[in-house]
């Protein structure tokens, strides 16, 4: 069975700060890896996805995650944040057998301050 | 025009009641869901369809059923709506390539 995990469901940075969401998953077989953005009255949309090319994506938005077999984890990081980056995040698993089943975490909030 | 639309966007219903949630889609793609998010959950699927005579459960389909009625619409219902459904309910269309998932705006479902 897959499951995800988002530690921290509320993150708040100040403008120009480093972003980081923290995502762990589980998986028993070489995961899909997504994390996905909602801002306010909207539906998800994809930032980013990894499926066992490089380790390092780049998304749109200038967001990029770092795929850590070792850890077990696919933390999402924006250098600068944008007031415009105010919205939810979701990590997203998926098993590469199984079609397009995602599992998704818990979500975080992301609030960037003035 | 959105690639998935889902009808309507905010429904307010009373226990008991039977409620469709509906969605249609112009991105030519065979699977089709339906999610529900809840605050710190996440979405949870609750059916899914890779094609017009394929219907699979998800992780919560109790108390609820669906229809697909083509290979661009797939509606959700409710047949005795109860307040713990109270949720914002998600239709996504993926095709098999690709492992991401298009989303519709949502449907915000209240049941008093």
């Known amino acids: 069975a897959q499951s995800v995990t988002q530690l921290g469901s509320h993150v708040s940075v100040s403008e120009g700060a480093l972003v980081l969401l923290r995502c762990n998953y589980s998986?028993?077989?070489?995961?899909?890896l997504f994390w996905y953005v909602q801002y306010p009255n909207q539906g998800l949309q994809l930032l980013l996805k990894?499926?066992?090319?490089?380790?390092l994506v780049k998304g749109i938005n200038g967001f990029e995650a770092e795929f850590k077999k070792s850890e077990t984890s696919f933390h999402l990081t924006k250098p600068s944040a944008h007031m415009s980056d105010a919205a939810e995040y979701f990590c997203?698993?998926?098993?590469?057998?199984?079609?397009?089943?995602?599992?998704f975490g818990g979500g975080t909030r992301l609030m960037v301050k003035p | 025009d959105a690639d998935v639309t889902q009808t309507p966007r905010n429904r307010i219903t009373k226990t008991g009641k039977r409620i469709m949630l509906e969605c249609s889609q112009t991105k030519g793609h065979d699977r089709m869901y339906w999610y529900r998010q809840d605050p710190g959950l996440g979405l949870r699927l609750i059916y899914y369809?890779?094609?017009?005579?394929?219907?699979n459960k998800g992780e919560i389909s109790d108390g609820y059923s669906v229809s697909r009625q083509a290979q661009a619409k797939f509606s959700l219902s409710l047949e005795s709506a109860i307040p713990n459904q109270t949720a914002l309910y998600f239709c996504a269309t993926s095709d098999p390539g690709s492992g991401s998932l298009h989303f519709g705006n949502g449907t915000r479902l209240t049941v008093t």
């Open positions: 997203a698993v998926s098993e590469s057998n199984a079609g397009n089943m995602l599992t």
């Open positions: 998986s028993s077989v070489p995961p899909y």
């Open positions: 369809s890779f094609d017009v005579k394929d219907i």
């Open positions: 990894y499926t066992s090319a490089a380790t």
